[in-house]
Nanobody
Framework: QVQLVESGGGLVQAGGSLRLSCAAS????????MGWFRQAPGKERVLVAR????????RYSDAVQGRFTISRDNAKNTVYLQMDSLKPEDTAVYYC??????????????????WGQGTQVTVSS
């Protein structure tokens, strides 16, 4: 049984930092591209960062480019999202997602084999 379990969310002031983690089990982690999506109240879920299975390729949405960093540790079956210079508009539920193909995460709608349960990030002004 595949599980993706996020942690690290919380309440932070604008300008602060948080680090999200997503621990995976039940899959061959290094063969999956991973992504972080977020969904604000009343809005669609959107992809903010993605990383290839090897970790050698990363991409970010324009909204977070230069402030967020995605990384992975395949020995620990974990993907991370370091979020710096947080803004109130970053407030959302953040979900990690897994798909064998990096391009699949970029599709509309995204092709996702597995989702995490989500973790709330709230940035106060």
């Amino acid at each position: 049984q595949v599980q993706l379990v996020e942690s690290g969310g919380g309440l932070v002031q604008a300008g602060g930092s948080l680090r999200l983690s997503c621990a995976a089990s039940g899959l061959t982690f290094s063969t999956f591209a991973m992504g972080w999506f977020r969904q604000a109240p009343g809005k669609e879920r959107v992809l903010v960062a993605r990383i290839s299975g090897s970790g050698g390729l990363t991409r970010y949405s324009d909204a977070v480019q230069g402030r967020f960093t995605i990384s992975r540790d395949n020995a620990k079956n974990t993907v991370y999202l370091q979020m710096d210079s947080l803004k109130p508009e970053d407030t959302a539920v953040y979900y990690c997602a897994a798909n064998p193909s990096l391009l699949g995460l970029l599709s509309t709608p995204p092709r996702v084999d597995y989702w995490g349960q989500g973790t709330q990030v709230t940035v106060s002004s």
